[in-house]
């Protein structure tokens, strides 16, 4: 596991933009793995501003999400589909037929084998972005999920559930399921690369780089994945040695 800490948020999300730019540059029909939350917004603006700019294409590439909350129909403004489609897709040149998000609709016995019988069917994932819950969950794999899960539908920790809250209004519905890629498909991708910004962050990123490989804090998984990167900034760095 390669980690840099750098100095800021924003240059988290630059360093994290180099490592797709170096990738759509010598694989334009890559696939991408994709997360949402609060951490790769700064990374898709900034991946917007450079396909604005002219340097990045995305025409060509695929990309499947990490998750998606049980429940809610891709038109809904609380879906990642509409996160996505908000803060990266609307704004680049994939089409949307090129990218896949897990359906939060699907009947829960077939839909996750179905999810990843589609990265299969791509080549599998080659860059997996990834954020890291306060828990140490990646994905929503919550603590205690098995290091070699598939996607699956996962029930949400109450700690993420409060996390998330703050995206939620207080008469509005928040699912408390997810589905998820597993521990397991994230360790298949060819390349992790995990971004952390912000002090609450930190004991999750020391217990994912420093302490021991297991299933309490799934994001030390990523220590068995033969080329993962870690950037954080300073704040989510304080902890380790
Ligand atoms: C989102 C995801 C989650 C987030 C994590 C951190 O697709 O899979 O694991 O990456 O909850 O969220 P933020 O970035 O909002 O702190």
């Not at 898709?44 to 129909?73: C, P």
């Not at 969950?137 to 996962?154: A, V």
């Amino acid at each position: 596991m390669q980690v840099i800490i750098a100095d800021s948020a924003q240059e988290v999300a630059r360093l994290g933009a180099d490592q797709l730019s170096a990738l759509m540059r010598t694989r334009p029909g890559a696939v991408l793995g994709l997360a949402t939350g609060n951490t790769p917004i700064a990374l898709y603006d900034e991946l917007i501003r450079r396909y604005r700019d002219g340097q990045l294409s995305f025409a060509q590439a695929r990309s499947f999400n990490l998750d998606e909350y049980v429940g809610l129909a891709p038109g809904h403004r609380q879906s990642y589909r509409h996160f996505m489609n908000q803060h990266l897709f609307n704004h680049i040149d994939i089409p949307l037929a090129q990218t896949w998000v897990p359906d939060g609709l699907g009947d829960p016995e077939t839909v996750g084998e179905a999810y990843e019988a589609l990265i299969d069917a791509a080549g599998g994932i080659d860059l997996q972005v990834l954020g890291i819950g306060r828990n140490g969950h990646i994905g929503f794999n919550e603590p205690s999920s098995s290091l070699g899960s598939r996607t699956r539908i996962k029930t949400l920790a109450p700690q993420t559930l409060a996390d998330n809250s703050r995206f939620f209004s207080p008469d509005e519905f928040q699912p408390s399921l997810a589905i998820t890629m597993g521990i397991g498909t994230i360790l298949r991708s060819r390349k992790a690369l995990l971004l952390a910004t912000g002090e609450s962050k930190a004991d999750a990123v020391q217990a994912m780089i420093e302490g021991p490989v297991t299933a309490s804090c799934p994001a030390s998984a990523l220590q068995l994945h033969p080329c993962a990167l870690v950037i954080v900034d300073s704040a989510a760095g304080a902890r380790l040695e």
